[in-house]
């Protein structure tokens, strides 16, 4: 099994339709696919703000909008399978299908470690990658990305979240690569061949 992470900011690039071509064909049976929450996500950052939100009300307003993305990549690809149930994502890669998770589940009453921004729909893909002892995580952004970066680095940059870069360092063996939008073919020959066809510019950051 394999994780794919979309960026929330993929929902309204045109690179997206490709990706989610490519997901639907080479996908089947072994990539369950988590999307980011993008500006839905920015407007409830912002709405805590002016309002002074809780954080688990925000927490869970952040959630939703990933569910909502999940949606609208089903809309767009209907090959993709809406799984709401962690538990049922092995269910639908053994069926064959392409699992797209809607992390219902993580809706709470009340706040933990996580529950803040720190721990954004990235680190909430590492830790699905590691809960289901994935073979690979593959994180899709929409911005640049130095291949020489560390995982402060980024951070730093605001690539990544603060709390991926802390599961990221006891992921273990757990490839982790990061891709650019304009890199659908990096995956295909991942998915394909296990290996990228050129360097580019994503790298992988373990494994």
């Known amino acids: 099994m394999w994780v794919v992470k979309l960026g ?7 690179s997206l339709p490709q990706w989610l ?8 049976g072994r990539i369950a696919v988590v999307c980011g929450g993008g500006s839905l996500a920015d407007e409830v950052r912002d709405l805590q703000s002016r309002w002074a939100l809780d954080d688990v009300s925000a927490h869970n307003m952040a959630v939703l909008s990933m569910v909502q ?4 990549l089903h809309g767009l ?4 399978q809406l799984v709401m149930r962690e538990s049922d994502l092995a269910v639908t890669l053994r069926r064959g299908g392409v699992a797209l998770w809607m992390p219902l589940e993580l809706l709470r009453d009340h706040a933990d470690p996580t529950t803040n921004w720190d721990h954004t729909s990235d680190a909430i893909a590492l830790a699905l990658a590691m ?41 273990g063996g757990l490839p ?28 992988a950051l373990s494994g």
């Open 8 to 14: 929330g900011s993929l929902c309204s690039d045109a």
């Open 21 to 28: 071509e490519l997901l639907s064909q080479l996908g089947g």
């Open 69 to 72: 993305n999940a949606y609208l």
């Open 77 to 80: 690809q209907p090959g993709l």
């Open 131 to 171: 809960r289901l002892h994935a073979e690979r995580l593959v994180v899709v952004k929409s911005c640049a990305i130095d291949p020489l970066a560390s995982l402060d680095d980024l951070v730093d940059a605001q690539v990544l979240d603060r709390g991926f870069a802390r599961l990221g360092r006891s992921a």
């Open 176 to 203: 982790i690569d990061l891709l650019q939008r304009d890199q659908p073919e990096q995956l295909r020959q991942l998915l394909l061949h296990g290996y990228r066809w050129s360097q580019g510019s994503g790298e």
